[in-house]
């Protein structure tokens, strides 16, 4: 094993410093002398680094403060190339904190460490940041820690493992295992093959694309996922979710948050509380618990089944043309229960609810005692079975 300790020299020379320099340096003076304020000196400095590379090895970055670009290269060599910034109010303070800004090299047959040292002392220092592009061969086990800067990954197979925070993350065209973290920062997912996991807390995420399953969480921040062609279980809380076109079973799971689904070709189930379900085109079953809001089912091909309350429960476009059984299962509490069923349904039929009113289109036989209201009747030859239930509900059955 071999170890490289890799400091770039300044790009500038001077007895001194640059032309650019001494040109800031003059300006400073002048400005000083008529009275105005002395700008910051900054300085930079070019990174330009290649290693031997090869498919297979495992690189791992631990950085910080500066964005990282990972491009596939060649599959014989890696590649870091980007820039070191400084900027002091004093140009020897400048000089003396970009010298020791330091990028580790360790690396030996199979395995390279890249590792970000920034001095200790930064009080003299206005800001500072090293990024740079990073190109790997094909099929790497890439680890990468990052914070205070944006990590964008591109067209890359192998296995990611990737943390970021106080930055966005972009990962397009990845393939292999695949296991994507952030926080504090925006989280871009699309076109991944494999079966990716990630995670965001604080801001949005947003995935498109994935040809695989997909297991996903956030919080404190919007979810948008579309075009999952196997199955999908998303958790996020305090924020809107929206999904879109999975192709297999879809478990959601959401708090002080809107969920939106569409286009799911699979069973579908959602925990959800203090915001709105809506559910729109599912293939399979459905399964809802919510509280304090509402919900919404509209095109369901198989069961359904949703507990609510402090809000109502709204479905139609179920039980058409279905050849097998299928159970509707509504309750709520302090809401109300609107069903629609097509005009040729056939289903046996029981409803309750206390402290409100059953009202049906269809030809049904509706018991009033008191304070209570049931309902027990066959609608057709009784193929499919229907049961309402509420308190401070009411319930309305309709005919398309």
Do not use: W
């Not at 500066?66 to 190339?81: L, P, Q, S, W």
């Not at 040292?117 to 003299?124: G, I, N, R, S, T």
């Amino acid at each position: 094993m071999k170890s490289r300790l890799i400091v770039i020299s300044l790009a500038f020379v001077f007895a001194g410093f640059s032309s650019l320099a001494f040109g800031q340096a003059r300006q400073a003076q002048q400005m000083t002398e008529n009275g105005g304020i002395q700008p910051a000196i900054e300085l930079t400095e070019k990174i330009d680094i290649t290693l031997t590379g090869k498919p297979g090895m495992q690189i791992t970055v631990i950085h910080s403060f500066g964005d990282i670009d990972v491009r596939r290269g060649t599959n014989d060599k890696i590649t870091i190339k980007g820039e070191k910034r400084v900027s002091a109010d004093d140009k020897q303070d400048a000089e003396e904190f970009i010298k020791k800004m330091l990028l580790k090299i360790d690396e030996n047959t199979n395995k390279v460490d890249i590792i970000t040292e920034y001095p200790k002392d930064k009080e003299d220092i206005n800001s500072f940041s090293i990024s740079y592009t990073l190109e790997i061969p094909e099929n790497i086990d890439l680890n990468i820690e990052n914070s205070f800067g944006e990590i964008d990954l591109n067209a890359l197979t192998g296995r990611f493992n990737v943390s970021n925070s106080f930055g966005a993350l972009n990962a397009m065209g990845l393939e292999g295992e695949i296991q994507l973290n952030n926080k504090f920062g925006e989280l871009i997912a699309d076109n991944l093959t494999g079966n990716p996991r990630i995670t965001n807390q604080h801001s949005s995420l947003i995935i498109s694309n994935i040809y695989g399953d997909l297991i996903a969480n956030s919080g404190f921040g919007e979810i948008k996922v579309t075009d999952v062609t196997g199955m999908a279980k998303i958790t996020g809380g305090h924020g809107s979710m929206t999904v879109e076109r999975v192709g297999s079973t879809t478990s959601l799971t959401n708090q002080f948050g809107s969920v939106t689904c569409k286009e799911i070709k699979g069973d579908l189930h959602i925990e959800n509380k203090h915001a709105s379900v809506e559910a729109v085109e599912i293939s399979g079953n459905v399964s809802v618990n919510n509280s304090f809001g509402g919900v919404i089912i509209t095109n369901a091909a198989g069961s359904v089944g949703v507990n609510n309350e402090h809000a109502a429960i709204t479905v139609s476009g179920v039980l058409i043309d279905t050849v097998e059984e299928r159970t509707i299962d509504l309750e709520t509490f302090f809401g109300r229960i609107e069903l629609t069923l097509p005009g040729d349904v056939s289903a046996n039929v029981t409803a309750s609810t206390t402290f409100g009113e059953i009202r049906s289109d269809f030809d049904l036989n509706i018991e009033k005692i008191s304070n209570k209201r049931n309902l027990s009747d066959v609608i057709g030859t009784g193929k499919h079975n229907i049961e309402l239930r509420g308190e401070y509900t009411t319930i309305h059955i309709k005919k398309k």
